[in-house]
């Protein structure tokens, strides 16, 4: 108890934090550590019972939405019914859908970018007017856009459009700070669409390969964006947290 009393005198002590796609991966690990930094949690997230299972890991008084993050009207009653907070945080975004060029179905590669892209657009549009003085947005994207893999054309695309919106609202939206978080592979839900065995042995294969000498947890990525939640100077920015994988 005594360190959580220490971490709960920082920066984050009684801000208000909004977590979109809160429920799960790295959003629920920033959650959680937003929380014992003494920050006041709002989660959002597609399904209610993804909302419910967070809320009973998150501290009492925590807040729960379920939203559909491609609907607009649905993201604008939401942060009607949140008010004035402190910071965003967008981490939202389904599983990977990984294929060949020949075989990319349209619109399905549409709907990717339905969540990632313009949930996050839409969010920063509608939060942003209630965010208050010293507050921030933090967006999410993946080295695949800095080093592309065979059959990632659409991710690798929505990465860069992630990190060109970052920019634009760092100057759009100041002095509110935006910066984004570029995550290397790490383990969360993201690879629940591979088999238990394959996604195993994608991990340690390519984790023997990194500098750090394994793939990422959620945990670890969550410490990028509460540096940049209490970063007070630094705006624009796109944080690579990848266990040196462009590197390599």
């Keep these: 108890m005594k360190d959580k009393e220490i971490l709960a005198n920082g920066k984050l002590k009684g801000k208000r934090v909004v977590l979109l796609g809160g429920t799960s991966g ?26 419910d ?27 009607e019914q949140v008010g004035e907070f402190d910071h965003l945080v967008f981490t939202a975004g389904e599983t990977l859908q990984l294929n060949e060029f020949s075989t990319i179905k349209i619109d399905d590669a ?6 990632r892209y313009w949930g996050a657009l839409m969010a920063a549009k509608y939060a942003s007017p209630l965010i208050r003085k010293g507050g921030s947005i933090t967006l ?12 990632w054309a659409v991710a690798a695309s929505l990465t860069c459009a992630i990190e060109g919106l970052t920019r634009a609202l760092a100057v759009e939206l100041a002095p509110i700070r935006v910066n984004a978080v570029c995550a290397g592979m ?41 540096y940049l939640m209490k970063g007070g100077f630094s705006t624009g920015q796109v944080l690579v947290v990848d266990g040196g994988g462009v590197l390599v």
């Design 26 to 51: 790295f959003g629920l690990a920033t959650a959680l550590a937003a929380a014992a930094e003494g920050a006041e949690i709002i989660i959002a997230s597609s399904r209610q019972q993804r909302v």
């Design 186 to 226: 790490s383990r969360t839900e993201l690879w629940s669409n591979i088999p238990e065995g394959d996604r195993e042995a994608m991990f340690n294969d390519y984790g023997s390969k990194l500098l750090t000498g394994g793939v990422g947890e959620a945990t670890d990525i969550a410490e990028a964006y509460l």
């Design 110 to 115: 549409k709907q990717f970018f339905n969540v």
């Design 140 to 151: 999410t994207n993946g080295t695949i856009g800095l080093r592309p893999w065979k059959g």
């Design 53 to 79: 299972e967070a809320l009973a890991a998150l501290p009492q008084g925590s807040q729960g939405y379920a939203v559909d993050l491609t609907d607009e009207q649905q993201i604008a009653t939401l942060f």
